[in-house]
Protein backbone atom coordinates (compact mmCIF):
# COMPACT_ATOMS: atom_id res chain seq x y z
CA UNK A 1 0.00 0.00 0.00
CA UNK A 2 1.15 3.50 -0.95
CA UNK A 3 1.62 5.47 1.97
CA UNK A 4 0.38 8.52 2.02
CA UNK A 5 0.89 10.73 5.79
CA UNK A 6 3.89 10.60 7.28
CA UNK A 7 4.01 11.22 11.11
CA UNK A 8 6.63 12.25 12.77
CA UNK A 9 7.46 11.36 16.73
CA UNK A 10 9.95 13.27 18.42
CA UNK A 11 12.05 11.38 20.77
CA UNK A 12 10.33 13.06 24.24
CA UNK A 13 7.07 11.94 22.53
CA UNK A 14 6.28 8.35 23.42
CA UNK A 15 3.03 8.33 24.50
CA UNK A 16 1.73 4.76 23.61
CA UNK A 17 -2.07 6.19 24.88
CA UNK A 18 -1.86 9.30 21.69
CA UNK A 19 -5.03 9.04 19.52
CA UNK A 20 -2.66 8.45 16.51
CA UNK A 21 -2.57 4.87 17.32
CA UNK A 22 -6.02 3.81 18.03
CA UNK A 23 -6.19 2.36 14.36
CA UNK A 24 -3.72 0.90 12.11
CA UNK A 25 -3.54 2.11 8.52
CA UNK A 26 -0.76 0.72 6.45
CA UNK A 27 -0.75 3.98 4.62
CA UNK A 28 0.62 6.07 8.22
CA UNK A 29 4.21 5.75 8.28
CA UNK A 30 5.50 6.58 11.79
CA UNK A 31 8.89 8.27 11.44
CA UNK A 32 11.63 8.39 14.36
CA UNK A 33 14.95 9.56 14.48
CA UNK A 34 18.52 9.53 16.33
CA UNK A 35 20.19 12.62 15.76
CA UNK A 36 23.69 14.38 16.29
CA UNK A 37 21.44 17.48 16.13
CA UNK A 38 20.01 16.09 19.29
CA UNK A 39 23.28 14.27 21.00
CA UNK A 40 25.65 17.42 20.15
CA UNK A 41 23.35 20.60 20.86
CA UNK A 42 25.27 20.23 24.68
CA UNK A 43 27.09 17.53 26.33
CA UNK A 44 24.12 15.06 27.93
CA UNK A 45 25.16 12.43 30.67
CA UNK A 46 25.80 9.73 28.93
CA UNK A 47 22.70 7.29 30.58
CA UNK A 48 20.36 10.11 29.28
CA UNK A 49 21.62 9.85 25.90
CA UNK A 50 21.22 5.62 26.22
CA UNK A 51 18.29 6.12 28.15
CA UNK A 52 16.71 8.03 25.48
CA UNK A 53 17.78 6.07 22.59
CA UNK A 54 16.65 2.60 24.37
CA UNK A 55 13.24 3.96 24.95
CA UNK A 56 12.72 5.03 21.56
CA UNK A 57 13.93 1.91 19.89
CA UNK A 58 11.56 0.27 22.93
CA UNK A 59 9.11 2.48 21.71
CA UNK A 60 9.36 1.99 17.58
CA UNK A 61 9.37 -1.73 18.44
CA UNK A 62 6.15 -1.73 20.20
CA UNK A 63 4.27 0.16 17.42
CA UNK A 64 5.44 -2.21 14.85
CA UNK A 65 4.63 -5.11 17.43
CA UNK A 66 1.19 -3.55 17.52
CA UNK A 67 0.60 -3.62 13.57
CA UNK A 68 1.79 0.29 12.54
CA UNK A 69 4.31 1.10 9.93
CA UNK A 70 7.74 2.46 11.54
CA UNK A 71 11.13 4.19 9.68
CA UNK A 72 12.91 4.02 12.67
CA UNK A 73 16.41 5.91 11.52
CA UNK A 74 19.42 4.59 13.73
CA UNK A 75 22.06 7.24 14.35
CA UNK A 76 24.57 5.16 12.59
CA UNK A 77 22.11 4.68 9.19
CA UNK A 78 24.10 5.65 6.21
CA UNK A 79 20.94 7.70 5.19
CA UNK A 80 20.99 9.95 8.33
CA UNK A 81 21.47 13.38 7.77
CA UNK A 82 21.52 14.11 11.01
CA UNK A 83 19.29 16.87 10.65
CA UNK A 84 15.54 16.37 11.94
CA UNK A 85 14.40 18.68 8.70
CA UNK A 86 16.84 16.88 6.03
CA UNK A 87 15.69 13.55 6.90
CA UNK A 88 12.24 14.64 6.80
CA UNK A 89 12.77 16.29 3.70
CA UNK A 90 14.13 13.41 2.23
CA UNK A 91 11.40 11.12 3.10
CA UNK A 92 8.71 13.31 1.75
CA UNK A 93 10.97 12.97 -1.59
CA UNK A 94 11.01 9.20 -0.98
CA UNK A 95 7.50 7.93 -0.47
CA UNK A 96 6.07 11.40 -2.17
CA UNK A 97 4.34 12.76 0.36
CA UNK A 98 3.11 16.53 0.77
CA UNK A 99 1.55 16.70 3.65
CA UNK A 100 3.43 16.00 7.60
CA UNK A 101 1.83 15.26 10.39
CA UNK A 102 3.59 16.75 13.88
CA UNK A 103 2.77 16.53 17.56
CA UNK A 104 3.70 20.10 18.82
CA UNK A 105 7.32 19.98 20.32
CA UNK A 106 7.42 20.68 23.41
CA UNK A 107 10.86 22.51 22.86
CA UNK A 108 10.60 26.20 21.32
CA UNK A 109 14.21 24.83 19.30
CA UNK A 110 12.08 22.35 17.55
CA UNK A 111 8.90 23.91 16.90
CA UNK A 112 10.67 26.83 15.30
CA UNK A 113 13.26 24.58 13.39
CA UNK A 114 9.75 22.77 12.16
CA UNK A 115 8.13 25.65 10.89
CA UNK A 116 10.80 27.58 9.86
CA UNK A 117 11.46 24.87 7.21
CA UNK A 118 8.21 24.38 6.56
CA UNK A 119 7.61 27.63 5.67
CA UNK A 120 10.61 27.63 3.45
CA UNK A 121 9.68 24.69 1.59
CA UNK A 122 6.42 25.48 0.89
CA UNK A 123 5.25 22.52 3.23
CA UNK A 124 1.81 21.85 4.96
CA UNK A 125 2.37 20.86 8.44
CA UNK A 126 -0.73 19.35 10.26
CA UNK A 127 -0.49 19.81 13.76
CA UNK A 128 -1.28 17.77 16.70
CA UNK A 129 -1.70 17.72 20.97
CA UNK A 130 0.84 15.65 22.04
CA UNK A 131 -2.08 14.51 24.57
CA UNK A 132 -0.05 14.65 27.82
CA UNK A 133 -0.58 18.32 29.20
CA UNK A 134 -3.50 19.49 32.10
CA UNK A 135 -2.89 22.71 30.51
CA UNK A 136 -2.35 24.44 26.67
CA UNK A 137 0.65 26.39 25.99
CA UNK A 138 -0.96 29.20 26.83
CA UNK A 139 -2.18 28.37 30.24
CA UNK A 140 -0.73 31.45 31.51
CA UNK A 141 -2.62 34.02 29.48
CA UNK A 142 -5.83 31.84 30.07
CA UNK A 143 -5.52 31.73 33.95
CA UNK A 144 -4.10 35.04 34.39
CA UNK A 145 -5.88 37.24 31.25
CA UNK A 146 -5.40 40.21 32.85
CA UNK A 147 -1.89 40.08 34.55
CA UNK A 148 1.57 39.17 34.31
CA UNK A 149 2.28 38.56 37.84
CA UNK A 150 1.92 34.75 37.92
CA UNK A 151 1.70 33.08 41.09
CA UNK A 152 2.36 29.26 41.09
CA UNK A 153 0.45 29.01 44.30
CA UNK A 154 -3.11 30.05 42.24
CA UNK A 155 -2.01 28.55 39.16
CA UNK A 156 -1.89 25.12 41.08
CA UNK A 157 -5.47 25.84 42.87
CA UNK A 158 -6.98 26.49 39.65
CA UNK A 159 -5.62 23.57 38.06
CA UNK A 160 -6.66 21.27 41.38
CA UNK A 161 -10.38 22.49 40.67
CA UNK A 162 -10.14 21.64 37.28
CA UNK A 163 -9.61 18.26 37.32
CA UNK A 164 -10.61 17.54 40.87
CA UNK A 165 -7.88 16.75 42.38
CA UNK A 166 -7.96 16.11 46.25
CA UNK A 167 -10.98 18.18 46.23
CA UNK A 168 -14.18 17.99 48.33
CA UNK A 169 -17.21 19.78 46.74
CA UNK A 170 -15.11 23.12 46.35
CA UNK A 171 -12.90 22.86 48.97
CA UNK A 172 -9.61 21.50 49.16
CA UNK A 173 -9.14 18.03 51.29
CA UNK A 174 -8.28 18.47 54.37
CA UNK A 175 -9.54 22.37 54.55
CA UNK A 176 -5.66 23.38 53.38
CA UNK A 177 -4.44 23.74 50.12
CA UNK A 178 -0.45 23.25 50.72
CA UNK A 179 1.10 21.19 53.84
CA UNK A 180 4.80 22.40 52.63
CA UNK A 181 5.37 23.32 55.98
CA UNK A 182 4.92 19.45 56.79
CA UNK A 183 7.32 18.84 54.16
CA UNK A 184 10.97 20.49 55.83
CA UNK A 185 12.17 17.70 57.79
CA UNK A 186 15.78 16.25 57.73
CA UNK A 187 15.88 12.91 58.02
CA UNK A 188 17.27 11.16 61.02
CA UNK A 189 21.20 10.84 61.39
CA UNK A 190 20.48 6.97 61.08
CA UNK A 191 17.61 5.94 59.26
CA UNK A 192 16.77 2.88 57.05
CA UNK A 193 16.01 3.28 54.13
CA UNK A 194 13.96 0.63 51.22
CA UNK A 195 16.88 0.57 47.97
CA UNK A 196 15.54 2.19 45.69
CA UNK A 197 14.22 0.31 42.23
CA UNK A 198 16.77 0.04 39.85
CA UNK A 199 16.32 -1.60 36.37
CA UNK A 200 19.03 -3.68 34.36
CA UNK A 201 19.08 -2.69 30.82
CA UNK A 202 21.25 -3.87 28.27
CA UNK A 203 22.64 -0.83 26.25
CA UNK A 204 25.57 -2.30 25.42
CA UNK A 205 24.75 -2.14 21.12
CA UNK A 206 24.09 1.50 21.98
CA UNK A 207 26.82 2.43 24.00
CA UNK A 208 29.28 1.04 21.18
CA UNK A 209 27.15 3.29 18.83
CA UNK A 210 27.71 6.46 20.75
CA UNK A 211 31.76 5.46 20.85
CA UNK A 212 32.05 4.64 17.19
CA UNK A 213 29.94 8.14 16.27
CA UNK A 214 32.17 9.94 18.57
CA UNK A 215 29.48 11.53 20.66
CA UNK A 216 31.00 13.12 22.97
CA UNK A 217 28.74 12.92 26.83
CA UNK A 218 30.11 13.08 30.40
CA UNK A 219 29.24 11.12 33.39
CA UNK A 220 29.20 7.35 34.10
CA UNK A 221 27.42 4.99 32.89
CA UNK A 222 27.35 0.85 33.26
CA UNK A 223 25.62 -0.02 29.87
CA UNK A 224 24.77 -3.65 30.78
CA UNK A 225 22.69 -2.71 33.57
CA UNK A 226 21.01 1.19 32.95
CA UNK A 227 19.42 1.76 35.68
CA UNK A 228 16.57 4.28 34.59
CA UNK A 229 12.91 2.77 32.80
CA UNK A 230 13.03 2.48 28.91
CA UNK A 231 9.28 1.50 28.39
CA UNK A 232 5.78 1.79 29.56
CA UNK A 233 6.09 -1.29 31.45
CA UNK A 234 9.19 0.00 33.21
CA UNK A 235 7.73 3.03 33.74
CA UNK A 236 4.29 1.56 35.38
CA UNK A 237 6.58 -0.65 38.10
CA UNK A 238 8.42 2.40 38.93
CA UNK A 239 5.75 4.21 39.75
CA UNK A 240 4.01 1.14 41.93
CA UNK A 241 7.03 0.56 43.65
CA UNK A 242 6.91 4.88 44.99
CA UNK A 243 3.51 4.25 45.68
CA UNK A 244 4.10 1.55 47.92
CA UNK A 245 7.44 2.42 49.39
CA UNK A 246 8.01 6.09 48.62
CA UNK A 247 5.31 7.75 49.37
CA UNK A 248 4.51 7.38 52.69
CA UNK A 249 7.07 9.48 53.68
CA UNK A 250 7.78 11.53 50.32
CA UNK A 251 6.91 14.92 50.95
CA UNK A 252 8.03 14.62 55.25
CA UNK A 253 11.44 14.36 53.50
CA UNK A 254 11.87 15.82 50.41
CA UNK A 255 13.96 18.94 51.00
CA UNK A 256 16.62 16.71 53.04
CA UNK A 257 20.01 15.88 51.86
CA UNK A 258 21.75 12.49 52.54
CA UNK A 259 25.13 10.81 52.46
CA UNK A 260 25.59 6.83 52.31
CA UNK A 261 27.35 6.93 55.79
CA UNK A 262 23.84 8.11 57.59
CA UNK A 263 21.58 6.37 55.24
CA UNK A 264 22.81 3.62 52.88
CA UNK A 265 22.63 3.08 49.53
CA UNK A 266 19.76 4.89 48.99
CA UNK A 267 21.06 8.42 49.40
CA UNK A 268 20.68 9.28 46.11
CA UNK A 269 17.20 8.55 46.06
CA UNK A 270 15.39 8.71 49.39
CA UNK A 271 11.98 9.03 49.14
CA UNK A 272 11.99 10.43 45.19
CA UNK A 273 9.89 9.11 42.92
CA UNK A 274 12.36 9.65 39.94
CA UNK A 275 9.84 9.63 37.39
CA UNK A 276 10.73 12.67 35.67
CA UNK A 277 12.36 10.58 32.90
CA UNK A 278 9.27 8.71 32.67
CA UNK A 279 7.11 11.62 32.63
CA UNK A 280 8.87 14.16 30.26
CA UNK A 281 9.32 11.39 27.52
CA UNK A 282 5.54 10.89 28.30
CA UNK A 283 5.81 6.87 28.88
CA UNK A 284 3.37 7.98 31.60
CA UNK A 285 0.01 10.61 32.02
CA UNK A 286 0.64 13.32 34.96
CA UNK A 287 -2.66 11.91 35.67
CA UNK A 288 -2.02 8.47 35.64
CA UNK A 289 0.71 9.40 38.30
CA UNK A 290 -1.65 11.39 40.13
CA UNK A 291 -4.07 9.19 40.52
CA UNK A 292 -2.32 6.07 41.62
CA UNK A 293 -1.19 7.76 44.37
CA UNK A 294 -4.20 9.34 45.72
CA UNK A 295 -5.76 5.80 44.81
CA UNK A 296 -2.43 4.72 47.39
CA UNK A 297 -3.43 7.60 49.93
CA UNK A 298 -7.01 6.76 50.10
CA UNK A 299 -5.85 2.81 50.73
CA UNK A 300 -2.94 3.80 53.49
CA UNK A 301 -3.95 6.78 55.30
CA UNK A 302 -2.68 4.99 58.38
CA UNK A 303 0.44 4.96 56.91
CA UNK A 304 0.46 8.07 54.25
CA UNK A 305 -0.41 11.30 55.33
CA UNK A 306 -2.32 14.38 53.67
CA UNK A 307 0.57 16.25 53.58
CA UNK A 308 2.36 13.23 51.31
CA UNK A 309 0.10 12.80 49.20
CA UNK A 310 -0.68 16.92 48.77
CA UNK A 311 3.36 17.96 48.43
CA UNK A 312 3.90 15.42 45.35
CA UNK A 313 0.49 16.37 43.20
CA UNK A 314 1.87 19.68 44.02
CA UNK A 315 5.25 18.45 42.27
CA UNK A 316 3.49 17.24 39.29
CA UNK A 317 -0.11 18.72 38.47
CA UNK A 318 1.56 22.42 39.66
CA UNK A 319 4.92 23.02 39.16
CA UNK A 320 5.42 21.08 36.76
CA UNK A 321 3.05 22.54 34.51
CA UNK A 322 3.86 25.90 36.02
CA UNK A 323 7.19 26.21 34.21
CA UNK A 324 6.09 24.68 31.09
CA UNK A 325 3.57 27.80 31.19
CA UNK A 326 6.30 30.31 32.08
CA UNK A 327 8.03 28.93 29.08
CA UNK A 328 5.90 29.22 26.29
CA UNK A 329 4.66 32.41 27.65
CA UNK A 330 8.48 34.44 26.79
CA UNK A 331 9.89 32.19 24.64
CA UNK A 332 12.96 33.02 22.72
CA UNK A 333 13.79 36.01 25.19
CA UNK A 334 13.78 34.02 28.42
CA UNK A 335 16.88 32.42 27.01
CA UNK A 336 18.89 34.92 26.92
CA UNK A 337 17.59 36.63 30.20
CA UNK A 338 20.32 37.80 32.73
CA UNK A 339 19.05 40.16 35.29
CA UNK A 340 21.92 39.91 37.58
CA UNK A 341 24.44 40.59 34.82
CA UNK A 342 26.68 37.37 36.10
CA UNK A 343 29.48 36.10 33.86
CA UNK A 344 31.42 34.10 35.67
CA UNK A 345 32.88 30.80 34.54
CA UNK A 346 31.50 27.73 36.02
CA UNK A 347 33.73 26.49 38.22
CA UNK A 348 35.42 22.84 37.06
CA UNK A 349 34.47 21.14 39.66
CA UNK A 350 31.17 21.04 38.29
CA UNK A 351 32.75 18.37 35.47
CA UNK A 352 34.61 16.51 38.07
CA UNK A 353 33.13 16.39 41.76
CA UNK A 354 36.84 17.94 42.92
CA UNK A 355 36.24 20.03 45.77
CA UNK A 356 36.64 20.22 49.80
CA UNK A 357 32.69 21.30 50.05
CA UNK A 358 31.22 18.74 50.54
CA UNK A 359 28.13 19.15 49.85
CA UNK A 360 29.23 20.37 46.47
CA UNK A 361 31.43 17.24 46.01
CA UNK A 362 28.32 14.96 46.81
CA UNK A 363 25.48 16.61 44.67
CA UNK A 364 28.33 16.76 41.61
CA UNK A 365 29.15 13.31 42.33
CA UNK A 366 25.84 11.92 42.65
CA UNK A 367 24.66 13.57 39.52
CA UNK A 368 27.62 12.24 37.51
CA UNK A 369 27.08 8.58 38.80
CA UNK A 370 23.09 9.03 38.22
CA UNK A 371 22.14 11.74 35.81
CA UNK A 372 20.30 12.20 38.79
CA UNK A 373 19.89 14.54 42.12
CA UNK A 374 16.73 15.82 43.93
CA UNK A 375 15.28 19.57 43.37
CA UNK A 376 17.02 20.56 46.33
CA UNK A 377 20.16 19.65 45.58
CA UNK A 378 20.08 21.32 41.88
CA UNK A 379 18.35 24.40 43.91
CA UNK A 380 20.19 24.77 47.00
CA UNK A 381 23.58 23.19 46.52
CA UNK A 382 24.47 23.68 43.05
CA UNK A 383 22.59 26.39 41.87
CA UNK A 384 22.68 28.20 44.85
CA UNK A 385 26.33 27.97 45.01
CA UNK A 386 26.37 29.15 41.34
CA UNK A 387 24.44 32.28 42.22
CA UNK A 388 26.42 33.40 44.65
CA UNK A 389 29.37 32.92 42.82
CA UNK A 390 28.20 35.07 39.63
CA UNK A 391 28.01 31.99 37.35
CA UNK A 392 26.68 32.64 34.10
CA UNK A 393 23.15 31.75 33.46
CA UNK A 394 24.12 30.27 30.20
CA UNK A 395 26.47 27.97 31.38
CA UNK A 396 24.50 26.77 34.01
CA UNK A 397 21.87 26.26 31.82
CA UNK A 398 23.94 24.08 29.34
CA UNK A 399 25.71 22.06 32.43
CA UNK A 400 21.73 21.65 33.72
CA UNK A 401 20.35 20.65 30.47
CA UNK A 402 23.47 17.82 29.83
CA UNK A 403 23.56 16.16 33.10
CA UNK A 404 20.56 15.30 34.36
CA UNK A 405 18.23 12.47 32.86
CA UNK A 406 15.11 14.63 33.16
CA UNK A 407 16.11 17.85 31.34
CA UNK A 408 14.30 18.91 28.44
CA UNK A 409 14.46 22.90 27.70
CA UNK A 410 11.07 23.34 28.62
CA UNK A 411 11.14 22.44 32.34
CA UNK A 412 15.25 22.90 32.62
CA UNK A 413 15.23 26.16 31.68
CA UNK A 414 12.79 28.23 33.43
CA UNK A 415 13.98 26.32 36.82
CA UNK A 416 17.70 26.67 36.19
CA UNK A 417 17.54 30.28 34.25
CA UNK A 418 14.34 31.59 36.76
CA UNK A 419 13.93 29.75 40.34
CA UNK A 420 17.72 28.78 40.70
CA UNK A 421 19.36 32.30 39.31
CA UNK A 422 16.80 35.06 39.10
CA UNK A 423 18.31 35.52 35.65
CA UNK A 424 14.52 36.70 34.45
CA UNK A 425 14.58 39.12 36.89
CA UNK A 426 11.99 37.62 39.81
CA UNK A 427 9.09 36.28 37.38
CA UNK A 428 9.20 33.27 38.73
CA UNK A 429 10.75 33.71 42.25
CA UNK A 430 9.59 36.77 44.33
CA UNK A 431 13.54 36.85 45.94
CA UNK A 432 16.55 34.95 44.94
CA UNK A 433 17.06 31.53 46.80
CA UNK A 434 20.41 31.82 48.40
CA UNK A 435 21.74 30.34 51.53
CA UNK A 436 24.77 30.19 53.69
CA UNK A 437 25.88 27.06 55.19
CA UNK A 438 23.41 27.46 58.13
CA UNK A 439 20.66 25.94 55.39
CA UNK A 440 22.78 23.16 54.79
CA UNK A 441 23.17 21.97 58.51
CA UNK A 442 19.60 22.24 58.95
CA UNK A 443 18.39 20.14 55.66
CA UNK A 444 21.15 17.75 55.78
CA UNK A 445 24.69 15.94 56.28
CA UNK A 446 26.82 16.92 54.06
CA UNK A 447 28.77 19.59 56.74
CA UNK A 448 29.56 16.54 59.01
CA UNK A 449 31.61 14.86 56.10
CA UNK A 450 33.45 18.52 55.11
CA UNK A 451 36.93 19.98 55.04
CA UNK A 452 35.43 23.23 55.73
CA UNK A 453 33.50 24.66 58.54
CA UNK A 454 29.96 25.55 58.55
CA UNK A 455 29.93 28.23 61.44
CA UNK A 456 32.91 29.92 60.54
CA UNK A 457 32.26 32.61 58.34
CA UNK A 458 35.77 34.29 57.94
CA UNK A 459 39.43 32.68 58.33
CA UNK A 460 40.84 29.10 57.67
CA UNK A 461 38.68 26.67 56.92
CA UNK A 462 35.61 29.02 56.74
CA UNK A 463 32.97 27.77 54.70
CA UNK A 464 32.65 29.48 51.37
CA UNK A 465 28.66 29.35 51.49
CA UNK A 466 29.02 32.17 54.31
CA UNK A 467 30.89 34.78 53.24
CA UNK A 468 29.49 34.24 49.62
CA UNK A 469 26.30 34.47 51.36
CA UNK A 470 27.00 38.15 52.38
CA UNK A 471 28.94 39.15 48.72
CA UNK A 472 25.87 38.41 47.11
CA UNK A 473 23.90 40.32 49.62
CA UNK A 474 26.06 43.47 49.76
CA UNK A 475 26.78 43.36 45.78
CA UNK A 476 22.86 43.11 44.65
CA UNK A 477 22.16 45.60 47.55
CA UNK A 478 20.33 48.43 45.12
CA UNK A 479 18.33 46.03 43.53
CA UNK A 480 16.95 43.81 46.21
CA UNK A 481 17.25 46.25 49.66
CA UNK A 482 13.50 47.24 49.20
CA UNK A 483 12.11 43.63 48.48
CA UNK A 484 10.20 43.20 51.60
CA UNK A 485 11.01 39.29 51.48
CA UNK A 486 15.00 40.38 51.64
CA UNK A 487 14.33 42.70 54.39
CA UNK A 488 15.71 40.55 57.17
CA UNK A 489 19.06 40.05 55.18
CA UNK A 490 19.57 43.18 54.77
CA UNK A 491 19.08 44.58 58.58
CA UNK A 492 20.91 41.80 60.01
CA UNK A 493 24.02 43.38 57.20
CA UNK A 494 23.49 46.36 58.04
CA UNK A 495 23.89 45.86 62.34
CA UNK A 496 27.23 44.48 61.46
CA UNK A 497 30.09 46.49 61.77
CA UNK A 498 32.37 47.83 58.74
CA UNK A 499 35.32 45.73 60.08
CA UNK A 500 32.98 42.55 60.05
CA UNK A 501 31.50 43.58 56.58
CA UNK A 502 35.15 43.91 55.34
CA UNK A 503 36.37 41.05 56.49
CA UNK A 504 33.27 38.95 54.40
CA UNK A 505 33.99 40.76 51.93
CA UNK A 506 37.44 39.41 51.89
CA UNK A 507 37.06 36.49 52.12
CA UNK A 508 34.68 36.28 49.58
CA UNK A 509 36.73 38.13 46.88
CA UNK A 510 39.98 35.95 47.98
CA UNK A 511 37.51 32.57 47.42
CA UNK A 512 35.96 33.73 44.05
CA UNK A 513 39.26 34.34 42.92
CA UNK A 514 40.77 30.95 43.64
CA UNK A 515 37.60 29.38 43.14
CA UNK A 516 38.87 25.98 40.81
CA UNK A 517 41.08 25.32 44.51
CA UNK A 518 37.86 25.39 46.79
Request: hydrophobic share 35%; with cysteine; charged share 25%.
Amino acid sequence: MKIHTLRLILGDQLNARHSWFREKDAGVLYVMMELKQETDYVVHHRQKVLAFFAAMRAFGNALNTAGHQVNYIKLDDDTNEQSLTQNLQQLMKKYEVTTLECQQPDEYRLDHQLKSWAGANNIHLNWFDTEHFLTGRNSLKEYFPNSENYLMETFYRRVRKQYDILMDGGRPTGGRWNYDKENQKKVPASHDLELPLIFSNDVSDIDELLRSSEIKTMGQANAAHLIWPVSRKQSKQLLEHFCQFGLPDFGRYQDTMATENNVGKAHWSLYHSRLSFSLNTKMLHPLEVVNAAIDAWSKNKDTISLAQIEGFCRQIIGWREFVRGIYWAHMPDYKNLNALNHTRTLPEFYWTANTKMACLHYAVKQSLDYAYAHHIQRLMVTGNFALLAGVSPDALDDWYLGIYIDAIEWVELPNTRGMSQYADGGLIATKPYIASANYMQKMGHYCKECYYDPKKKTGEKACPFNSLYWHFIERHKERFKDNHRMSMMYQVWNKKTEEEQQALMKQAETYLDNINEL
